[in-house]
């Protein structure tokens, strides 16, 4: 995919008495570079949603952006790219990206780098993580309450840390509804593979499961497409994906990756800095949630359970697992 340059505008003057020569300065501080993760731009999920918040950062607060995609693999070259284009901050998007990311900072102590979805110990790295499992058990609950069956299944991209996030609040939210639901997962093995994800849904729904999750980038669009033509629900992830499919995506587990990009470039343009070294965003401050439920009408005892399980993971009551036994 071609570059894109995204154009910016001036900041406006706040400050009285602000000189020129500081307006040129902050129009020079405020260029961010993000190198996206593996499907990239187009994804209807987790790319596409921090580059809306970079978009939001872009008309709002007036920064400059670009991005690189590394659809080969081939992280560190696009990284030396971006450094090499002197933007303040380098976005590393996803877990992936790690370890390139941690090498490139490595040589590059003095550039800001910030990584999303995993967590780095080096210096010049800025951590932002989710609680995904939150979101995923109020997800879990929904498709309990939705399956006619008795038979719910979650789609997992790669099987790794993040993504069990997902499949582990899904689990325990259903279960935590009906003790006897019955649970399908499997991995596909790669967020850009839409025919694995529909042969998955399709070989789900011979078996009788009538609510899909995904947390699989593209590859859940297979899967919630597949869902479609034969007439199951199927439940977005990361953005609200009822659009991809309005007969069939419920809800979705909103990962507010774009509020989280927006707000911390906010706060690089307000402070001059990022004074924390590493966030993680859950329920408690809406850095997860449910979009809005539709298809079905969930009875008030329902709703109210729901909130109330909201509630409870808030406060602690409920403590959600993130991570698999022995995962890696």
């Not at 910016?8 to 961010?32: H, R, V």
């Not at 070259?77 to 933007?87: A, F, G, T």
């Not at 007969?247 to 402070?271: H, R, Y």
């Not at 109330?308 to 698999?324: F, H, L, P, Q, Y």
């Amino acid at each position: 995919m071609k570059k894109l340059m995204i154009g910016f505008c001036l900041i406006a003057l706040l400050l009285t008495g602000c000189s020129t020569a500081q307006t040129e300065k902050s129009k020079e501080e405020y260029k961010i570079g993000i190198l996206l993760s593996d499907a990239g731009l187009g994804d209807e999920s987790f790319n596409d949603s921090a580059f809306k918040g970079l978009e939001q950062a872009r008309d709002e607060l007036g920064i400059l952006f670009d991005y690189k995609e590394a659809p080969d693999g081939n992280y560190e070259e696009k990284l030396e790219e971006l450094v090499s284009e002197n933007y303040n901050v380098i976005i590393g998007l996803g877990f992936s990206v790690q370890e390139a990311l941690e090498k490139t900072a490595k040589q590059h102590p003095d550039q800001q780098f910030i990584l999303i979805d995993a967590q780095s110990e080096v210096e010049n790295i800025i951590s932002i993580t989710f609680k995904e499992q939150e979101g995923s058990f109020l997800l879990g609950m929904v498709a309990a309450m939705t399956s006619k069956t008795g038979k719910i299944g979650f789609i997992g991209g790669a099987d790794v840390p993040v993504i069990h996030h997902f499949e582990n609040g899904f689990i325990e939210g259903a279960k935590y509804y009906n003790p006897n639901i019955e649970i399908m997962s499997e991995y596909a093995g790669s967020f850009d593979d839409t025919e694995a994800g529909a042969a998955i849904a399709e070989r789900y729904i011979k078996n009788k499961v009538d609510f899909i999750y995904h947390a699989a980038g593209f590859t859940g669009f297979g899967a919630i497409k597949k869902a479609e033509e034969m007439g199951v629900y199927a439940a977005g992830v990361d953005i609200d994906q009822f659009y991809i499919a309005e007969k069939t995506v419920v809800t979705s587990m909103l990962k507010n990756v774009d509020q989280a990009v927006f707000n911390i470039v906010k706060t690089l343009v307000e402070e001059g800095q990022i004074p924390e070294k590493s966030f993680s965003f859950g329920l408690a401050d809406n850095g997860v949630g449910l979009a809005d439920i539709r298809l079905i009408k969930l009875t008030s005892e329902q709703q109210a359970a729901i909130e109330k399980a909201r509630e409870d993971i808030v406060s602690g009551k409920i403590k959600v697992t993130a991570e698999k036994e022995n995962s890696q």
